[in-house]
């Protein structure tokens, strides 16, 4: 944490030039300008006492290694001089000068910022009077990667993006594909595309409520909230061999059937939820300090939500009910029986059961699922056409999943053809004829958009993805601003941003 | 696996394709080594004859009516999705109709995101906006061109305030300066970096791995399909 204080040297309304200098590991100096509303058109001079001085010559260290002293190389520069330091001289100092107003980082490595997210904060006393989210730490050029990997390695990426709803990625991925080649993809296999879906959908709404619930002290919802992830991440594990970074949905289908136990494992984890997600209800919804915390703050009321192009449970939890599964559906969610949910409150108290009751209704199209499976048991999973389904028919052996050992007798003792065809999609990939889309799913947090463009060749030439995290961290300013520093955590949390997806 | 015909092939770029696209692998008629030198045209979007169907041409008709310029007949329609080329003097004109006429009303400008087709002279770079009405339950997408040499293109903030980082995030990634902007900076690259990683001649950097007696190129040297 990094602190910018003022000088008491400055006068009071003279042209005022902070600098902003972070001191990380890394020595990374991030250098900002602000002049005070009030400060007369005087320009300032920014250079440096000594031009052979480096940047780092400012951090408060090695100044008074120097022997010079913070307050007289601030003096002579007019300047805000910041740097880290042990929090008790920081404040002995504040308090010295008598001035409420502090620069304060929070993150890119605080606790409560879901991930990489950097807030800068102005504070009036404890008021925050201005908030500026900075990202892109976790930024993994996913969408460039993809520019040179085939159109079914894609899936591999994506997933990666929101690793707390990696499924939401692959398929809104696999739908921009299919679009482009007209593909239809067999119905077990939409059904498994839901499944994996609004389970994940609890899984993530469950981090979302636990780590909230944690910020502001309710630790026990975070443990019996990552109690029941864990659920259905073994149910996730079971099915194609992975916790998360799973690569289960692929262009044309998914990656494999449910394994002989997965009905039976599918309905004790129905089961376990319906035992224990009234949990949620019991611990929170009337818990006096939960709601002290929550209700009321972060508004951001339906103008708003459509001036920054807010989506999701923030966007419900302002009153309007628009779901993508049921006014743009895909994978068929318009055979399934679930209501939209809102809340009338707009704020953080009012995500909060949003997402808790979006989680019956994901268990209510889970169950419709289970059934669906019950009676499709045997059905292909994959597109039945050799020039864009994975070949191989995985299937789980001995040694692990893998290709089936009918499929690898075939390739390798009686059909040449079968190994040149099996080589050259695993190989070079299917082409994708040439074109644009933009494919939109309703994912845990809000529309998940993917904007595909292929040149005609066997890998996508731009892949674009809109990620609601990356949207919805624009409107922080609005939700924090004029509120208290200890609602920034509560507010951020509501928008349950994952940087993964937001830095991509 | 690829449609090409060895006529195709060898065609050079013309009004359908923008350039070949050529590579090392692929299946030439009669080939089996997988050797074949695959080559397919890169695809260039053409604009679809009247009528489109549906809501299209009558959303079309209404936004030619309302903004002075825009040709009618431009709009592409695939997949069920209608993309409009605007050109940038038009940009904001044709958000501000898009978003207010009652018969439009897309209120939502839900991503930008930026192409780049470095084989498109004059009109290298693309801003592709993604629109949605939540009104009327409809998507549409704007596609405005600017050149490499002058990546100028009108901000669309001031009508859709939602547009801010992706606008951001489109200069980071491709260099299209956003005039208007309130403040166009680096989003998701360090403030100091040089360059734009998206665009298609960015090198990509990579070192070539080594194994026991042997290399792998950096992935942009690698074999190409």
């Given at each position: 944490m990094s602190v910018v204080s003022k000088s008491p040297a400055d006068p009071p309304d003279g042209p005022a030039e902070a600098v902003v200098v972070t001191v990380g590991e890394s020595a990374a100096v991030a250098v900002e300008a602000e002049t005070t509303a009030e400060s007369a058109p005087t320009p300032v001079d920014r250079t440096l006492p000594d031009e052979a001085a480096p940047v780092e010559a400012l951090v408060l260290g090695a100044v008074e290694e120097a022997g010079d002293g913070p307050a007289a190389v601030t003096q002579y520069l007019n300047q805000y001089v910041a740097s880290g330091g042990d929090w008790d001289e920081v404040v002995a100092a504040q308090r010295e000068r008598g001035d409420e107003t502090f620069v304060v980082n929070m993150g890119p490595q605080h606790p409560s910022t879901h991930g990489v997210l950097r807030l800068e904060l102005e504070l009036e006393g404890e008021t925050v009077s201005s908030i500026r989210p900075a990202i892109g730490f976790l930024h993994s050029g996913i969408e460039k990667s993809m520019e040179y990997k085939s159109f079914a390695q894609g899936s591999v990426f994506a997933t990666r993006m929101d690793y707390v709803a990696p499924m939401f990625n692959e398929v809104v991925y696999c739908l921009a594909v299919e679009k482009l080649l007209d593909l239809e993809v067999p119905p077990r296999a939409d059904v498994l595309r839901v499944l994996v879906m609004e389970l994940n959908r609890i899984a993530s709404h469950l981090v979302a409520i636990g780590t909230g619930g944690m910020e502001i002290g309710a630790l026990t919802v975070m443990t019996i909230g990552f109690r029941e992830r864990e659920m259905i991440l073994d149910f996730f594990e079971a099915l194609c061999g992975t916790r998360m970074n799973h690569a289960y949905v692929r262009p044309g289908g998914v990656s494999i059937d449910l394994p002989e136990s997965g009905l039976s494992q599918l309905r004790t984890v129905i089961e376990w939820l319906h035992k224990h997600l009234p949990e949620y209800a019991g611990f929170c919804n009337q818990n006096p300090i939960f709601k002290g915390r929550m209700q009321g703050v972060a508004q951001l009321d339906l103008t708003a939500c459509m001036a920054l192009g807010v989506s999701g449970p923030p966007l419900r939890a302002a009153g309007y009910p628009w779901d993508l599964r049921q006014?743009?559906?895909?994978?068929?969610?318009?055979d399934y029986d679930f209501d939209v949910i809102t809340w009338d409150t707009a704020d953080a108290y009012g995500r909060f059961r949003v997402r808790q009751q979006e989680m019956w209704e994901s268990l209510r199209i889970v169950e419709q699922c289970y059934d669906k499976l019950e009676s499709s048991v045997g059905q292909p999973v994959m597109v039945d056409d050799p020039r864009f389904a994975w070949p191989g028919d995985l299937t789980v052996g001995p040694d692990g999943q893998g290709n089936s050992l009918a499929h690898v007798k075939q390739i390798m003792g009686s059909s040449m053809e079968a190994l040149i065809q099996h080589f050259k999609t695993v190989t070079e990939g299917f082409h994708v004829p040439g074109g644009q889309v933009y494919q939109a799913v309703e994912s845990s947090k809000g529309e998940l958009g993917c904007h595909l463009v292929s040149d005609g060749g066997s890998r996508p030439y731009r892949v674009h993805f809109r990620d609601p995290g990356f949207n919805h961290l624009q409107a922080v300013p609005a939700l924090c601003e004029g509120g208290m520093m200890s609602d920034v955590v509560v507010a951020v949390a509501s928008l349950d941003p994952v940087l993964g997806g937001v830095d991509r | 696996m690829t449609t090409t015909t060895s006529d195709a092939i060898t065609a050079p770029a013309d009004d359908q394709s923008l350039a070949v696209s050529q590579g090392m692998w692929g299946a030439g008629p009669g080939d089996v080594s997988g050797f074949g030198g695959q080559r397919h045209p890169v695809w260039r979007q053409q604009p679809t004859p009247r009528p489109y169907g549906g809501w299209f041409d009558a959303a079309v008709d209404r936004l030619a009516e309302l903004v002075e310029g825009l040709d009618p007949d431009g709009a592409s329609l695939a997949h069920g999705e209608l993309t409009i080329p605007v050109p940038k003097e038009l940009l904001l004109a044709v958000a501000r109709a898009a978003r207010d006429d009652p018969a439009l009303r897309f209120e939502v400008c839900v991503s930008v995101s930026g192409v780049h087709y470095p084989d498109d002279p004059g009109r290298e770079l693309r801003s592709v906006y993604h629109l949605l009405s939540i009104t009327h339950n409809r998507r549409l997408r704007l596609e405005v061109a600017a050149g490499q040499d002058d990546p100028k293109i009108p901000s669309v903030t001031a009508v859709y305030p939602m547009a801010d980082w992706h606008e951001r995030e489109t200069w980071d990634m491709f260099g299209i300066e956003y005039t208007g902007h309130p403040g166009l900076t680096r989003i998701l690259m360090p403030d100091d970096w040089a360059g734009h990683p998206q665009r298609k001649d960015y090198p990509l950097g990579g070192v070539p791995i080594e194994f026991k007696g042997a290399q792998a190129p950096p992935p942009d040297q690698r074999r190409s399909y």
């Open positions: 006014d743009q559906p895909y994978c068929g969610y318009q | -």
